[in-house]
C-alpha cells in the first residue's frame, strides 16, 4: 500500500504544487519568518491520506519520498494529455464503440487481457480505494457452465411469469414491473427456444469471460466498477478486440451466493460486473442512433 514518508528537501524547489493538489490538505507551507524562509511540509497524524498519489504525480523533481508501491510510470504526455487525443478522434472512438455479441471463434491471449486490465487499473475510484478485483475466465468448459447457470435462471423466471398473478401481492420493484411488461412474455419464450437449440444467450460463445467483484461497503462500487470496465472496453477495441457488458450474469452472480463462493468470491464482495471479450466477426458501418440529450443548463 502507498505510503508518503517524507518531502525530501534538497529536492523540493517549493512550487506547492503538491498542495494545491492534495485533496486532503496533507501539504502546507511553513514560514520561519526569522530567517525568511519557507519549506513544505507534509504531515499526516490522522491517517487522512487517500494514496491518490497525485502530490508524487505532479513533483517536478521527484521530492517525495514513498514507499509500498510500484514505481510511478513516466512518460511525457502525461503532462499535456491534450495532445494525445483530439476531440474528433474522441469522440470517433467514443462512437465507434459498439457491444459486440458475435464472434470469431479464436481465443484471445492472455497478453491481450493482461493490457485490458492493466487499464482498468488506471480507472479513478472513489478516495482511490481501487478496490476492485477481477476474475478472468477463458476455459470454455468455465464459461460453458456458468454460461448454463445463468440461462437457467432465467428460465425459472418463466415458472415466475406463469404463477405472476399469484404472486404480486408479495413482488415489488423492478420485478414487478417486468413481469407487468407484455414483452417478457415473449421474451423468455424466445429464450429458452434458442436456448434449448443450444445457442449462448448469455455470452455469445465469448472466448473470454471477465468478473469484476468488489467488497460491498460503499455506494459508490457501482460506478467504480462502471469506469474500469469502460476503461477495458475501449482498451479491447484498440487491441482489434470487441466486448460487451452482461448484466444478466452480473445479476445472477450478485445473487447467486452459491456460485460466487464457488468462483472464490469472499462473502464481504459482491460482483458489481461482467464484461466479455472476443474478436468481432462483422465490422459495423456507422454508430447506431443515439436519443437526444436531456440537458438542464443553469445559468
Ligand atoms: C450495464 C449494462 C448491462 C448490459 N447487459 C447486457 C446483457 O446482459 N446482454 C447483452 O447482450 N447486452 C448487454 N448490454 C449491452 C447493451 O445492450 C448495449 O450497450 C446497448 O444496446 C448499446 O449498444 P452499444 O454498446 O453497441 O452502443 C449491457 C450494457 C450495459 C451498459
Not at 13 to 27: A, E, G
Not at 257 to 264: E, H, I
Request: a positive charge; hydrophobic letters at 40%; aromatic letters at 10%.
Amino acid at each position: 500500500m502507498l505510503q508518503i514518508i517524507r518531502i525530501d528537501k534538497s529536492k523540493c524547489i517549493k512550487c506547492q504544487k503538491c498542495v494545491d493538489v492534495c485533496p486532503v490538505s496533507l501539504y502546507s507551507v511553513k514560514r520561519d519568518e526569522k530567517k525568511m524562509k519557507k519549506s513544505i511540509v507534509f504531515s499526516d497524524t490522522l491517517g487522512k491520506c487517500i494514496r491518490c498519489g497525485h502530490c508524487i504525480a505532479i513533483c517536478p523533481t521527484e521530492a517525495i519520498e514513498y514507499k509500498g508501491t510500484d514505481l510511478t510510470f513516466n512518460f511525457e504526455e502525461a503532462s499535456y494529455p491534450e495532445e494525445l487525443l483530439n476531440f474528433d478522434d474522441f469522440i470517433k472512438l467514443i462512437r465507434s464503440r459498439r457491444s459486440i455479441r458475435v464472434f470469431e471463434d479464436k481465443p484471445v491471449s492472455k497478453e491481450k487481457i493482461g493490457s485490458i486490465l492493466e487499464s482498468m487499473r488506471y480507472a479513478p475510484s472513489a478516495s482511490n480505494k481501487q478496490s476492485r478485483k477481477y476474475i478472468v475466465i477463458t476455459n470454455q468448459n468455465e464459461i460453458d457452465n456458468l454460461s448454463k447457470k445463468i440461462a437457467n435462471m432465467i428460465i425459472k423466471a418463466r415458472f415466475l411469469f406463469k404463477l405472476r398473478y399469484i404472486l404480486f401481492p408479495f413482488i415489488k420493484g423492478v420485478l414487478r414491473k417486468r413481469l407487468l411488461n407484455p414483452k417478457t412474455k415473449h421474451s423468455l419464450k424466445m429464450f429458452l427456444e434458442e436456448t434449448t437449440k443450444g445457442r449462448d444467450l448469455i455470452f455469445f460463445n465469448a472466448p473470454c469471460v471477465i468478473i469484476l467483484y468488489a467488497p460491498k461497503y460503499s455506494q459508490m462500487t457501482g460506478p467504480d466498477a462502471g469506469i474500469a470496465l469502460t476503461h477495458g472496453m475501449f482498451a479491447a477495441q484498440a487491441l482489434g478486440l470487441g466486448t460487451c457488458w452482461i448484466g444478466f450474469a452480473q445479476e445472477y452472480l450478485w445473487r447467486s451466493k452459491k456460485t460466487r463462493k464457488q468462483l472464490g468470491i469472499s462473502s464481504w464482495c459482491n460482483v458489481y460486473g461482467v464484461m466479455i471479450i472476443g474478436y468481432p466477426k462483422h465490422r459495423f458501418e456507422r454508430a447506431p442512433p443515439r436519443k437526444r440529450l436531456t440537458v438542464q443548463w443553469l445559468e
